[in-house]
């Protein structure tokens, strides 16, 4: 059966026509929104809306939330730990509370 | 050192986008939305949490007072959720920003006020003046009472911002205190590392209560005024 590419799925896609299907996707805001919906309901019914949801669910959005957050502040991170590198010798410890867990 | 300090207080931007504004909206994810009556357990858990708090607070406050049940409830879960989100690493506490806490706290102070002044006009004046005041000293108490009233939405948002933020420092401090401490001596370190587990257990309980006390003090605004 001959599935016209605008309707597959990413892992229906070959790898050759991957570019057109990326170009066909839907990029207006409602697209955009809609596709932010659609993530969210996905995660939402299958960890969070089941009859014993456990807290995985919920440790899995603040761990991705975490891991967002040190994304963003990166950069301040290694900035300042170049400043040490400058101003003298580094050890390990220092590395360490640069990019500490606080 | 110093630096690093103060760089986790600063306003999250990226490529000039304000990423505040997304920081800001994330506890909303937290909280579903249902309208099953038997919902799974977040929704049941979060249900439970908000009756209690909202029978708590509510219960002295007339009808016009209920009126603002809403506005509490959501208040105290935004201010308690965020407090408590800023406690994970590396992430932004938008309750820091005294900015924030004024556009919280002056707001809702005013509308209190305003809502007495306009219903019960008579009882409303009559608050600055306290009961049995002997009659020379009638001038200087309007006066400080004036003051006092005027001084309440900048101590709601002075103190939340002052509490959350010096509770971040000090775990910035002891935390930074701890890694250095490593190398020199093992039995200082670890006694710097539980005064750091007991400083973060405190910060979670002042987290939740100062959204507790902000809110109680909107309330009791509002009661004085209804």
Known sequence: MNVPLKEKKLLEVKLGELPSWILMRDFTPSGIAGAFQRGYYRYYNKYVNVKKGSIAGLSMVLAAYVFLNYCRSYKELSESLLDCFASGGVSPDRVGLVHRLI | MNENLFASFITPMMFGLPLVTLIVLFPSLLFPTSNRLVNNRLISLQQWMLQLVSKQMMSIHNTKGQTWALMLMSLILFIGSTNLLGLLPHSFTPTTQL???LGMAIPLWAGAVITGFRNKTKASLAHFLPQGTPTPLIPMLVIIETISLFIQPVALAVRLTANITAGHLLIHL?????????????????????ILILLTVLEFAVAMIQAYVFTLLVSLYLHDNT
């Not at chain 2, 002891?174 to 539980?194: D, V």
């Open chain 2, 174 to 194: 002891i935390g930074g205190a701890t890694l250095a401490l490593m190398s020199i001596n093992t039995t200082t370190t670890l006694i710097t590392f539980i």
């Open chain 2, 99 to 101: 900015s924030m806490n």
